[in-house]
């Protein structure tokens, strides 16, 4: 089951790295059509940011849904149908006539199309792998930082040669094409094809691999599970604020929209290159402690950026606040694994997933409705930076996994 004597699952990886780029390209794009429907629809920033945040609200929660049925079905058929969903959502989008049709189409089509598709692919990366889990999964989420990085600059573009209701058709189009593609690549687990993890034989019939594997039911009933949870929620609160309101923001301090965009990509350029660092850094710090500083990092950066209005500021926030989400984005999965297992692993994900959506749900709307009440976005970052220490301490608290697994065992 290899080709070319490469092992099956980074073929796995390279269709869930394929799916998240294509699925949050489309996502991230919206920081570039931010302006340009603000204008059309005459609309506040509050109003406006509502479209993007319905979206990343339905596809942090409806991957609890998509984790269950892809444990069951394969991830291969939820991925393809979330990537077609998304570009459906796109075209209904080119054809909205006030924000009411943008929130349908873009907002709870492009939002349940990429919860479709994003957990059932992460969760299928965390199959294939044990002791490459951290590696593996830093290579498939940067999926996520490289479509930051290409989403908003070719969007951008693309409405200034042709308008915006074009430009979702464009992204549609692609979005099909990726949906293909990264479908073919992505696949069950090693044991549906008579192999074992990081292309070891073959683990004996019931196992799944070296930890216990819990139920969704059984890892909702632990603090750790509670504890991620909260933190997770917590923290996106403020998360996804600059990714929608940078370029007003930049606009508003005197610079241009162009270099409101380019931060975009220095989020993305920092994200990817967060999930490779941070990753591997859990080596010797642990995924835990990692996960924590993850908040720390991005509290820190948020602060900086309610005091920054200069581009030499602007830009370092960028690198190094995407640098902090990439990490936070790249561990989680595998943090997940640590305590839980294999074994329902997809539900797990993407029910711990469904406490950022409603973060993000609140975090940029609020932020905008800030703005549009007290002509400043400070109060509303500055918010998010406190509730990311909140979610470090949260972290702290909760034992090793190594530690939790074995206390767990001895209270049975």
């Known amino acids: 089951m290899s080709l070319k004597g490469v092992f099956p699952g980074w073929w796995v990886v390279a269709g869930a790295f394929l799916c998240m780029l294509t699925g949050f390209a489309m996502v991230y794009s919206f920081a570039a059509f931010f302006n340009p429907l603000e204008k059309e629809f005459g609309a506040q920033r509050g109003e406006t940011a509502l479209v993007f945040s319905i979206a990343a609200f339905l596809y942090f929660s409806v991957g609890a849904i998509a984790g269950f049925i892809a444990d069951r079905t394969g991830p291969r058929p939820v991925v393809i149908g979330g990537l077609l969903l998304v570009a459906a959502g796109l075209v209904v989008a080119a054809q909205a006539g006030s924000l009411i049709e943008l929130y349908v189409g873009y907002g709870i089509g492009v939002g349940v199309g990429v919860g479709l598709s994003y957990v059932p692919s992460i969760a299928a990366v965390q199959h294939w792998f044990h002791r490459g889990r951290g590696t593996a999964s830093g290579l498939a989420v940067a999926g996520i930082g490289v479509g930051t990085l290409i989403g908003a600059p070719l969007a951008h573009e693309l409405i200034a040669r042709i308008g915006w209701r074009p430009t979702y058709l464009v992204l549609a189009a692609l979005t099909a094409a990726g949906a293909l593609v990264a479908g073919a690549l992505v696949r069950r687990g090693p044991e549906h094809y008579g192999l074992g993890p990081d292309g070891d034989a073959p683990l004996a019939h019931g196992t799944t691999g070296a930890m216990p594997g819990y139920s969704l039911h059984e890892a909702m009933g632990s603090w750790p599970f509670w504890a991620i949870y909260t933190g997770a929620l917590l923290m996106s609160f403020g998360l996804f604020v600059p990714f929608v309101h940078i370029v007003p923001y930049v606009r508003d301090a005197g ?89 329902a692993l997809g539900s797990v994900i993407g029910t711990l997933y469904s406490g950022v959506g409603i973060g993000a749900l609140f975090g940029s709307p609020v932020a905008g409705f800030a703005y549009d009440f007290f002509g400043s976005y400070s109060g509303a970052i500055l918010a998010g930076a406190a509730l990311c220490f909140v979610s470090f301490v949260l972290t702290m608290l909760v034992p090793e996994p190594a530690r939790w697994r074995a206390m767990r065992q001895g209270a049975r």
């Open 255 to 343: 610079l241009s929209e162009g270099f409101g965009v380019l931060l975009i990509m220095l989020l993305g350029v920092g994200s990817t290159v967060g999930r490779f660092l941070f990753a591997s850094l859990t080596t010797w710090l642990g995924r835990r402690r990692s996960f924590a500083m993850m908040y720390v990092g991005a509290g820190v950066m948020m602060i900086v950026w309610s005091q920054s209005t200069s581009k030499p500021a602007l830009v370092a926030f960028a690198l190094l606040f995407g640098a902090f989400y990439g990490g936070f984005v790249a561990i989680a999965p595998s943090l997940a694994a640590d305590y839980f297992g294999a074994r």
